[in-house]
Nanobody
Framework: QVQLAESGGGLVQAGGSLRLSCTAS????????MGWFRQAPGKEREFVAA????????KYADSVKGRFTISRDNAKNTVFLQMNSLKPEDTAVYYC?????????????????WGQGTQITVSS
């Protein structure tokens, strides 16, 4: 089992940047595909980005491609989400998720473990 804790959320103006971190407990972090999802008020949780276990492959939602970058440091049990050129429509609670598999999925149902989420608010 793994526990996830996000940090780095906050309020930022449109066009600004933020970096989210998610630190995992346990000693098998490298066994998990790691993903970021987000949920805006009144909307369903949606995929943002995911990275393979060895940081060889990453996937992005079309809405964030070219602006967000996912990365991981297996030695520090941490996954990051660098968010640039933020837009008001990026406002949401962002969740870190772990999937005990080698296959990246873009749906929330495929992830076994979740953090509690961190709020990102982008003002216009």
């Amino acid at each position: 089992q793994v526990q996830l804790a996000e940090s780095g959320g906050g309020l930022v103006q449109a066009g600004g940047s933020l970096r989210l971190s998610c630190t995992a407990s346990g000693r098998t972090f490298s066994s998990y595909v790691m993903g970021w999802f987000r949920q805006a008020p009144g909307k369903e949780r949606e995929f943002v980005a995911a990275v393979s276990r060895s940081y060889g492959i990453s996937k992005y939602a079309d809405s964030v491609k070219g602006r967000f970058t996912i990365s991981r440091d297996n030695a520090k049990n941490t996954v990051f989400l660098q968010m640039n050129s933020l837009k008001p429509e990026d406002t949401a609670v962002y969740y870190c998720a772990a999937r005990e598999s080698s296959i990246i999925l873009l749906v929330s149902g495929g992830y076994n473990y979740w953090g509690q989420g961190t709020q990102i608010t982008v003002s216009s």
